[in-house]
């Protein structure tokens, strides 16, 4: 481990969908004791927007997920910068 912290999903708390895909995510981390796969992969825009195939993806990383209470940053707020 390099010692570097990323932080990325944000969710709405409360669509049916994604609170349905968080138990289901949780379930999977229980299983596994918190490791997972995070794939990289281009293609946000264009043809295989949402839905990237093997050429797609640049990297595969087996990574550990951790609890908000684990981070100790309670809950993390978008605040908008203005230059």
């Known amino acids: 481990m390099n010692g570097d912290l990323h932080l990325f999903g944000e969710f709405e708390e409360d669509d049916p969908i994604h609170i349905q895909a968080r138990k289901k995510w949780d379930q999977r981390c229980r ?6 796969g995070l794939v ?3 293609g946000v825009t264009g ?3 949402g839905q990237p195939d093997l050429k797609d993806m640049l990297a595969l990383f087996e990574v550990r997920s951790l609890a908000p209470q684990e981070l100790g940053l309670g809950a993390l707020e978008l605040v908008p910068q203005f230059e």
Request: some cysteine.
């Open 31 to 36: 299983k596994t004791k918190g490791f997972c």
């Open 40 to 42: 990289i992969a281009k």
């Open 47 to 49: 043809q295989s927007r």
